[in-house]
């Protein structure tokens, strides 16, 4: 059964430092998301890939987050520097677009914590 | 760019009883529409997906129904158990300059006592 993996499951930071959070997305999918989820919020989009080209990431906080995909299998998302606001469980999802949508596989996600 | 309305936000019923969650969507042109359950502590999981050209769907106790004129879409889940209650989120897929994106509602706590 091929899943989305995340790294790390949790982490606790001070404010200030810079976190970094990986996901090796399904092999063979081609489009790879950062969601952020808190209590208040749902599910926000942060940014999105397709073919390792970022197509959107209006979402993304522009002067601190930063997300990249080096190749097809790591999809990282940066913050740097953080802040007790960032705290939120961010999940990366993958799936294949071509003639039709396929389903989003999601990872089990980071809990971030800033203190 | 699109945009998706789900209600209610909590729902509580007897255990046996159904459930119904409504979401609407904002862009004619979105042709994909999963639900998520997501359990307390995990990862979101598709339960059932519909897609434009179909109006209905189905799969054991979970179905979801499509009005594309309406723009709305429904999950129903027949005879509760407690192991339904989680979160429930919908989705469409919406067009926005040439790529794809899926949009979420905000959220269904669903409750089944007992």
């Known amino acids: 059964d091929a899943r989305v993996t995340q790294t790390p499951r949790h982490k606790v930071t001070e404010m200030g430092q810079e976190v970094t959070m990986r996901c090796q997305p399904i092999?063979?999918?081609?489009?790879v998301f950062w969601y952020r989820q808190t209590m208040m919020q749902g599910l926000e989009l942060l940014a999105y890939?397709?073919?390792?080209?970022?197509?959107?990431d209006s979402g993304m906080p522009k002067d601190r987050f930063s997300a990249e995909m080096p190749d097809a299998t790591l999809a990282t998302l940066k913050i740097q520097p953080s802040e007790p606001r960032d705290s939120a469980v961010y999940f990366c999802?993958?799936?294949?677009?071509?003639?039709?949508?396929?389903?989003?596989?999601f990872g089990n996600g980071t809990r971030l914590t800033v203190t | 760019g699109e945009n998706v309305e789900q209600h209610p936000s909590t729902l509580s019923v007897q255990e046996g009883d159904s459930a119904v969650i409504k979401c609407t969507y904002s862009?004619?042109?979105?042709?994909?529409f999963p639900w998520y359950k997501q359990e307390l502590g995990k990862r979101p999981q598709l339960i059932i997906d519909?897609?434009?050209?179909?109006g209905e769907k189905k799969d054991q106790r979970i179905a979801v129904t499509l009005n594309k004129t309406a723009k709305h879409f429904s999950l129903h889940i027949t005879e509760t158990q407690p192991e339904d209650s989680a979160v429930y989120f919908c989705a469409a897929k919406g067009e926005n300059t040439g790529f794809q994106k899926l949009v979420f509602g905000t959220g269904t706590r669903l409750l089944v006592s007992p």
């Open positions: 862009d004619s042109a979105s042709n994909y």
């Open positions: 890939f397709r073919n390792r080209a970022p197509l959107d």
């Open positions: 519909i897609r434009s050209n179909v």
């Open positions: 999802a993958s799936g294949r677009t071509g003639g039709y949508f396929s389903p989003l596989h």
């Open positions: 092999l063979g999918h081609n489009t």
